[in-house]
């Protein structure tokens, strides 16, 4: 996805931008693997915002399966970063696609 700062004046790179959008691109989209043996996962998500609503889709069988056991949910959303409170485990292959809008 194209950054523009505030003080762009180049209507092409603006246009650009404009249509990256909508086409559906953005910089508030990302993965994270959950930790392994510990009960939280702090992911660090630049365009995060504390009032965002993050929404995650599992990328791995192990992560689906964490899905389906109900343990894994988004905790604390922040300035910069998300929380996701997940079960204690040793698995290192739960990975997860994520989208923070707002």
């Known amino acids: 996805m194209n950054v523009i700062s505030q003080a762009e004046r180049d209507l092409a790179k603006i246009v650009f931008t404009v249509r990256q959008l909508c086409e559906g691109r ?14 939280s996962t702090t992911v ?16 791995t069988a192990g992560a689906a399966a964490e899905w389906k056991n109900g343990t ?13 409170s997940h079960a204690n485990s040793t698995q290192t292959d739960r990975t997860y696609m994520y989208v923070a809008l707002g």
């Open 26 to 39: 953005s910089n508030a989209v990302g993965t994270f693997t959950l930790a392994a043996n510990v009960a």
């Open 44 to 59: 660090t998500a630049q365009n995060c915002g504390a009032g965002s609503s993050v929404l995650c889709f599992p990328a």
């Open 72 to 84: 894994m949910y988004i905790g604390t959303v922040s300035n910069g970063s998300f929380v996701v």
